[in-house]
């Protein structure tokens, strides 16, 4: 019995699934691929989620930006507040323009009896005729005014002290440039005739002859090797600011050619003229490189950004372009002036963009969004012909038909700084009755942070 017990003790009991751990692990990865998919699923509505709102955000932004300005004039604390909380909702670029603006309208307060408001630091006059160019020294100490009686004069930019007179052309000065060492400044004039002067002993040491007609500007290469002239009789001109002689002279221009500039890295000469193009040389074999072009007329002032990515001009139309220097695309088209633009400065950190125009205005400009930062008048409605921005871009200088260069505070607060500014100039939220008529659908968050 033992042994027959043993055996239906076997025989009943159960043998093991050999399928069944195989069978387990396929759910398993069935249920581990559902999961993934549901988290996908949640993930992905998530995502939606936050777009949608995002998107919401950026919609009421936008359209807060555009209440802002609408109010600019009439209701500017309610205009900035809108402006704050714009950004605050979603940093559109139509939030931070307005944000901006409204911080540079407060920096511009107007003061009696003194036009151009408290941006004026100072006011250089010459000879009381027209100034047409104006440059900095790259120390920031000297400055340079091109004038209509034919003569360069040189103040301390601080004090306003005239230092020198630059006294030799037949004409009005129609450009000035400063070496980088200081040491040299070109002029040139209606008279023909580019002149490099000793800024040390104020001693003329070469006449540079060569153009058949006015001489409209110049701009020295980085290094000061160099030095570019360019003429109403279209070429462009060359020279070794050593030694005078001249290196290379080409056309290109159907027409006169207004303005000159070197790229920072010196490989890329700028030209600009009445036909409308700008054109690039190569400063090696001073072949053409591109041009670029576009509506709007002549080409006035050019000039390179400080990382010579950017290149602007200003038109006959009153706008100004700024191209990719390295394929000549079209990046923004900066519209405001009313008239000619004839001067274009980058500031040293390349964000802003100065222009000149003959609307009698200088205007500020984002350089990365192409929109308005700020306006400045003070020429006494006269065209202006020439802007320069000091090294350390805390200084604009301005050159007008009436007979003065003004200088400008140009220091502009970027978006936090406009924020922390305009909350503490206001110290106040908005009233009910604001919050019902232009914040409907928006959440109630402080309009100010803590």
Known sequence: MTGRLAAWRDSAAPNPPP????????????????????????????????????????AQSRQLAAQSEALAESDPDLASLLAVRAYRLSPTPEARASLLSAADRRLTRPLTGHEGGDRVLGVFTGDGGPEHGVAFSWDGERLAGAGDDGAVRVWDAGTGRELETFAGHEGAVYGVAFSRDGERLASSSVDGVVRLWDTGTGQEVHTLNGHKHWVTGVAFSRDGGRLASVSVDGAVRVWDAGTGRELESFTGHEGPAFGVAFSPDGQTLASAGDDGRVRLWDTDTYQRRLTVTGPGGAVGGVAFSPDGQTLAGGRENGTVQLWDAGTGQKLHTLKGHEDWVYGVAFSPDGQTLASASGDGAVRLWDVGTGLPRLTLTGHAGDPVFGVAFSPDGQTLASAGEDGTIRLWNAELPDANEAVEQICQALDRDFTPGERARYLSGIPRDPVCPA
Do not use: D, F, I, K
């Not at 993934?36 to 709102?53: E, F, M, P, T, Y």
């Open 19 to 58: 399928a069944r751990r195989p069978v387990a692990r396929r759910l398993n990865t069935v249920l581990a691929g559902l999961l993934s998919l549901a988290l996908v699923a949640a993930g992905l509505a998530a995502w939606q989620w936050r777009s949608a709102l995002e998107a919401q955000r950026a």
